[in-house]
C-alpha cells in the first residue's frame, strides 16, 4: 500500500515494513527474498528451539529463514532493499547489514567526493598479457555520479576519450594492496567492463599530496565492488570488514 510519494520516490507499507521504492533503480538493488513457508519449519534455523506458543518463528527481512526471537532481534536497516528504518534480521544477516550500512554512509560519500589518481584504458580483453601495466597513464579526476550510477573520470586530456563508466557495465575487477600504518588499503585497481566492447581501466594512486585521498577513494571503490555482483579475480586483500582508522578519514 502507497503511503507517500515526493521526487520519483514511493514509500509503501509491505509485510517486512515501511519501504522507498526509487525510480532511479540502483545496481546495488537487492530483491525482497521469498518468505519459507511457517507450516515448513518447526525450530529455529539457527538455535535450533522448537517453536511452540511461547516460542513463536520470526522471518529475517533479509533472506527470509525462519528463527525464534532470541536469533533474529537485530534490526538494521537494509537500503538495497529500500528499508530505510531498522528492520528484523538473522544474526548472519545483521553482520551484512552493519557492513552495508557502513558502505552507504561512508564509502558512497568518499566515492561522491572523487580523488586525483593515475589512470590507464586499453581495449585488450582480461588475460594474463593485458593485466600487465599499459603505458601512458593519465593523471585523473575520478568520482561516482549517484545520480546516474557511473564512474566519472575528468583529466582535461583530448587524447583521454573514455569519460564514465556505468556501474551495471562493470564486469570483474582485482586489486593490490598497500600497507601503511596499520591501515590495509587498495593502492591500485583494474576493472573491466563491457561498452560494446570488452575494455579494461587500471587506477592506481597518485604521489603526494593527492595519495592519500587517492588510497582512501582506492579502497571505497573495492568495498564497491564486492558489494555489487561483481567477479572478484585476483585480490590480493579483501576489505569487505576493513575499518579505516580514524585518522585516515
Known sequence: MEIAS?????????QSG?????????PFELK???WVSDKDV?????????FNMMNR?????????????????YYYSIPRMGFVDPVRNCRKCAVTARNERDFFQRDIRILRGGAHVNVWQQNRPNTAESRRTPSNPVSAVCYLDDTRWV?????????YHFSEIPLSAIKSYWTEGQVREAFTGT????????????????????EPPYKEVALKWLTALQRAMDTLPVRNVESATKLTNCEIPEHFC
Open 18 to 26: 515501511v519501504k522507498v521504492i526509487d525510480a532511479r533503480k540502483s
Open 6 to 14: 515526493q521526487n520519483g520516490k514511493k514509500w509503501i507499507k509491505t
Open 32 to 34: 525482497e527474498p521469498n
Open 151 to 159: 564512474l566519472m573520470i575528468s583529466s582535461g586530456s583530448c587524447d
Open 42 to 50: 518447526e525450530r529455529c534455523q539457527d538455535c535450533y528451539m522448537i
Open 187 to 206: 593502492s591500485s585497481m583494474t576493472i573491466t567492463f563491457d561498452d560494446g566492447n570488452l575494455l579494461e581501466t587500471r587506477f592506481s594512486a597518485c
Open 57 to 73: 518463528r520470526h522471518h529475517c527481512r533479509r533472506c527470509g529463514r525462519i528463527f525464534c526471537d532470541r536469533c533474529s532481534s
